[in-house]
């Protein structure tokens, strides 16, 4: 099974390949250029280095969010195209559910936090254990999410984490850990997760892909506020 997985959802996005469950390559955007400029060229690029043509492609794959509102309506909107054209599959997985496997082995049964730089000071977040989602996710202020975690032993990877680091160490102390690489490209870990749910035969169509916005767009949040006054 071939699967070309896409993330568009932070500024590091990146575009991957898996054949048979494995990835073979992984490819970092040029964070110099947006989503709307850079693709769907680095995806064709990306065949092209693996030596794979579009047609041989089985799967489709793309991060559903939580991230930025510009990037997820790109990344998906690129993606549903390839996969109509195709006539493949379309899978959309969580970027947390993808941090949450990526430190699993690292986190020896501690919960995981992940956490996604949400701008304007907030994170992102949510919580898991042994693999499964405990606390959905939220965006919120750093020490809000802090303050419910207490001092229980934590391994933090995101982005986000890598930014607020000095805090979280400030406020946890021994019991936090960052990841060893806390902001890892995502696309791989998309491809192999949506491998898997292929394989099940566990998808929907295209078209029923949706972002996972988390927060309000900024235009929602000024129709209220007209609405309120």
Same mark, same amino acid.
């Given at each position: 099974?071939?699967?070309?997985?896409?993330?568009?959802?932070? =500024?590091?996005?990146?575009? &991957?390949?898996?054949?048979?469950?494995?990835?073979?390559?992984?490819?970092? $955007?040029?964070?110099?250029?947006?989503?709307?400029?850079?693709?769907?060229?680095?995806?064709?690029?990306? #065949?092209?280095?693996?030596?794979?043509?579009?047609?041989?492609?089985?799967?489709?794959?793309?991060?559903?969010? @939580?991230?930025?509102?510009?990037?997820?309506?790109?990344?998906?909107?690129?993606?549903?195209?390839?996969?109509?054209? %195709? *006539?493949? @599959?379309?899978?959309?997985? $969580?970027?947390?559910? &993808?941090? &949450?496997?990526?430190?699993?082995?690292?986190?020896?049964?501690?919960?995981? &936090?992940?956490?996604?730089?949400?701008?304007?000071?907030?994170?992102?977040?949510?919580?898991?254990?042994? *693999?499964?989602?405990?606390?959905?996710?939220?965006?919120?202020?750093?020490?809000?999410? #802090?303050?419910?975690?207490?001092?229980?032993?934590? #391994?933090?990877?995101?982005?986000?984490?890598?930014?607020?680091?000095?805090?979280?160490?400030?406020?946890?102390?021994?019991?936090?850990?960052?990841?060893?690489? @806390?902001? =890892?490209?995502?696309?791989?870990?998309?491809?192999?997760?949506?491998?898997?749910?292929?394989?099940?035969?566990?998808?929907?169509?295209?078209?029923?892909?949706? @972002?996972?916005?988390?927060?309000?767009?900024?235009?929602? #949040?000024?129709?209220? %506020?007209?609405?309120?006054?």
């Amino acid at each position: 099974m071939v699967v070309l997985a896409l993330d568009t959802t932070t =500024p590091a996005g990146s575009c &991957a390949l898996a054949v048979d469950g494995s990835v073979v390559r992984e490819e970092a $955007s040029d964070v110099s250029l947006t989503p709307v400029t850079r693709l769907p060229l680095d995806l064709m690029a990306l #065949l092209e280095h693996s030596g794979v043509a579009l047609g041989a492609v089985d799967v489709f794959a793309v991060v559903t969010g @939580p991230g930025s509102f510009t990037g997820l309506r790109i990344g998906i909107s690129t993606m549903q195209g390839l996969a109509f054209a %195709a *006539g493949k @599959p379309l899978i959309g997985v $969580s970027g947390l559910d &993808a941090l &949450a496997r990526m430190a699993d082995r690292e986190a020896a049964g501690r919960p995981i &936090a992940t956490w996604v730089d949400a701008w304007r000071g907030e994170v992102y977040a949510a919580l898991y254990t042994n *693999g499964v989602e405990v606390e959905a996710p939220v965006v919120a202020k750093p020490d809000e999410i #802090l303050d419910r975690l207490a001092s229980q032993p934590t #391994l933090f990877i995101g982005d986000g984490a890598r930014t607020y680091q000095e805090k979280i160490q400030q406020r946890m102390g021994g019991p936090a850990a960052l990841a060893q690489h @806390p902001a =890892p490209l995502l696309a791989g870990t998309i491809a192999t997760i949506a491998g898997d749910t292929a394989s099940k035969g566990a998808y929907a169509p295209p078209h029923a892909v949706r @972002p996972m916005y988390v927060r309000r767009t900024d235009a929602e #949040l000024a129709r209220d %506020a007209r609405a309120a006054g």
